[in-house]
C-alpha cells in the first residue's frame, strides 16, 4: 500500500517549456487534489477533483490544467512554465468530500522554472 | 472567506520543553480542524484532528483542543525531541455547503526546531 505517489521528485525547466506532473493513489478514494506551497504562504490549492469525472478550480488555477485520468490518477499540466511557478507540488487525496476525513499527501514534485 | 492564522515561527526550543503553537480560524459554522506535520523533505502527515467543538485531538504527544467560542486549536506538547523538529501546519475543512466544501485552508506553517 504506496498510498500517494508522485513523479518525477525535481525537475528543472525552462521559461515556456511544458511538462505534467503525475499523482496516482491506491487508497480508492474519491477526492484527489493539487496544491503548491510558497515559503510563508502555506499550501494553496491549484485544482481538485470531487470524483473521477470532474474537476473543479481551486484558488490558484491560472497557468494550470489538470485530468482526472481515471480514479487512482490525477495529472497536473503546466502548458507554459513560468519562473513564478517554481515551487513545491503536493498531491493528496480524500476518501470523499466530507469534512472529517483528512487528506493524505504525497511526497511532493520540487519544480524550478529559469 | 475562511482562513486559518498560525504564530509566526520560527520557534527554538531546547529538548523537554513546553511547547504551544497558536492558531485561530475564521469559518461558517462548525468546521474540522487539523494539524498536519510535514518532515524535512517530505509530504504533510496528519498529526491530529478533531471535528466538533470541545473535542480533543491527539498523537504522538501532542494534543489540540477544539475551542469553538475562541475559534482557536492550539497546539500543544509537554516535553518537545529533536525529533519533532519540522513545519506544522494548521488547517480547516468546513461543513457541507458551499463553494469551499470539502478543501482545505491551511495556516502559513510554524517551523519548529529542537536542539540536544
Known amino acids: 500500500n504506496a498510498g500517494v505517489t508522485q513523479t518525477p521528485k525535481f525537475q528543472v525547466l525552462k521559461t515556456g517549456q511544458s511538462m505534467t506532473l503525475q499523482c496516482a493513489q491506491d487508497?480508492?478514494?474519491?477526492?484527489m487534489y493539487w496544491y503548491r506551497q510558497d515559503p510563508g504562504m502555506g499550501l494553496r490549492l491549484i485544482y481538485y477533483?470531487?470524483?473521477?469525472?470532474?474537476?473543479d478550480k481551486g484558488e490558484v488555477p491560472n497557468g494550470y490544467n489538470v485530468s482526472r485520468l481515471n480514479k487512482r490518477e490525477f495529472s497536473l499540466r503546466l502548458e507554459s512554465a513560468a519562473p513564478s511557478q517554481t515551487s513545491v507540488y503536493f498531491c493528496?487525496?480524500?476518501?470523499?468530500?466530507?469534512?472529517?476525513?483528512?487528506?493524505?499527501f504525497g511526497p511532493g514534485t520540487r519544480l524550478t522554472v529559469l | 472567506g475562511d482562513s486559518v492564522t498560525q504564530m509566526e515561527g520560527p520557534v527554538t526550543l531546547s529538548e523537554e520543553a513546553f511547547l504551544t503553537i497558536n492558531c485561530t480560524y475564521t469559518?461558517?459554522?462548525?468546521?474540522?480542524l487539523f494539524w498536519y506535520v510535514q518532515y524535512p523533505g517530505e509530504g504533510l502527515q496528519l498529526l491530529l484532528k478533531?471535528?466538533?467543538?470541545?473535542d480533543k485531538g491527539s498523537n504522538k504527544g501532542f494534543e489540540a483542543t477544539y475551542r469553538k467560542e475562541t475559534t482557536s486549536f492550539h497546539l500543544e506538547k509537554g516535553s518537545v525531541q529533536v525529533s519533532d523538529s519540522a513545519v506544522y501546519f494548521c488547517?480547516?475543512?468546513?461543513?457541507?455547503?458551499?463553494?469551499?466544501?470539502?478543501?482545505?485552508?491551511f495556516g502559513q506553517g510554524t517551523i519548529l526546531t529542537v536542539h540536544p
Open positions: 487508497m480508492n478514494h474519491n477526492s
Open positions: 478533531a471535528t466538533k467543538a470541545d
Open positions: 469559518a461558517t459554522g462548525y468546521p474540522s
Open positions: 493528496a487525496s480524500r476518501e470523499a468530500l466530507q469534512s472529517y476525513n483528512e487528506q493524505f
Open positions: 488547517a480547516l475543512t468546513p461543513r457541507a455547503g458551499g463553494t469551499s466544501y470539502g478543501k482545505l485552508t
Open positions: 477533483s470531487a470524483s473521477e469525472g470532474t474537476t
